[in-house]
């Protein structure tokens, strides 16, 4: 299995190889998004096997180099990497069908996990797939109706203050709920908690109940 790997910290890039080829992946690593770019030209997508892209690079973004790849049909899935995200950059991602998004610093096995999830996939342009074939827990019903609100504010992008002034309450409620929503569906981390709420049919409309 060959992963791409772009991240532009050395010391992080090392680490996260040592992990792959442990696992026994085999790794390309790459500092920018040129160098990815060069690489294309010898190295088909269809022989990549998946991609493990920060989102931040100090020169570039691996989020808009991905978008620009992302609806040939032969793209790998992508994970997504990131210190010190926006928000609505995982909303972005994950919308436009990335497999999963690991905000840093993560577990070893979580990084596998994903991973493994997303060599899972299908190859369509984008790397989508039809959301009712996404494993998703049923926990709408466990969610009070004020969990509900927050949860449909967080899948809109909308920062905690923003979600706070929006529904009247203050930023420790708002955490509060978030904590209360992400114990409920059984997710450690925003990424998780944004993916399990793109990959459910029907979630917009059922927020709203």
Same mark, same amino acid.
């Given at each position: 299995?060959?992963?791409?790997?772009? *991240?532009d910290?050395?010391?992080?890039?090392?680490?996260l190889?040592?992990t792959?080829?442990a696992?026994?992946? *085999?790794v *390309?690593?790459?500092a920018?998004?040129?160098?990815?770019?060069?690489?294309?030209?010898?190295?088909?997508?269809?022989?990549?096997d998946?991609?493990?892209?920060d989102?931040?690079?100090?020169?570039?973004?691996?989020?808009?180099f991905?978008?620009?790849?992302?609806? /040939?049909?032969?793209?790998?899935?992508?994970?997504?990497?990131?210190?010190?995200?926006?928000?609505?950059?995982?909303?972005s991602?994950?919308k436009?069908?990335?497999?999963?998004?690991?905000?840093?610093?993560?577990?070893q096995?979580?990084?596998?996990?994903?991973?493994?999830?997303?060599?899972?996939w299908?190859?369509?342009p984008?790397?989508?797939?039809?959301?009712?074939?996404?494993?998703c827990?049923v926990?709408?019903?466990?969610?009070?109706?004020?969990?509900k609100?927050?949860m449909?504010?967080?899948?809109?992008g909308?920062?905690?203050? *923003?979600?706070?002034? /929006?529904?009247?309450?203050?930023?420790?409620?708002?955490k509060?709920?978030r904590g209360?929503?992400?114990?409920?569906i059984g997710?450690?981390?925003?990424g998780?908690?944004?993916?399990?709420?793109?990959?459910?049919?029907?979630?917009?409309s059922?927020?709203?109940?």
């Amino acid at each position: 299995m060959l992963i791409w790997l772009l *991240e532009d910290d050395e010391s992080v890039s090392r680490a996260l190889q040592r992990t792959l080829r442990a696992s026994g992946y *085999e790794v *390309e690593a790459f500092a920018g998004a040129q160098a990815l770019r060069d690489a294309l030209s010898r190295t088909p997508l269809d022989q990549i096997d998946a991609l493990l892209f920060d989102v931040r690079l100090a020169q570039d973004s691996g989020l808009a180099f991905w978008q620009s790849i992302r609806e /040939q049909a032969s793209c790998p899935p992508v994970v997504f990497l990131s210190g010190n995200a926006q928000i609505h950059e995982a909303v972005s991602a994950l919308k436009d069908g990335a497999a999963d998004f690991l905000l840093k610093p993560f577990e070893q096995q979580s990084l596998l996990e994903s991973l493994r999830r997303a060599l899972d996939w299908p190859r369509t342009p984008g790397s989508l797939r039809d959301p009712a074939e996404s494993p998703c827990p049923v926990w709408l019903d466990g969610l009070t109706r004020r969990e509900k609100e927050v949860m449909r504010l967080v899948g809109q992008g909308l920062r905690n203050a *923003e979600i706070g002034q /929006q529904l009247g309450i203050g930023l420790r409620t708002v955490k509060m709920h978030r904590g209360n929503i992400m114990a409920k569906i059984g997710v450690r981390n925003q990424g998780q908690l944004l993916k399990q709420y793109f990959s459910k049919t029907g979630t917009a409309s059922r927020l709203h109940d």
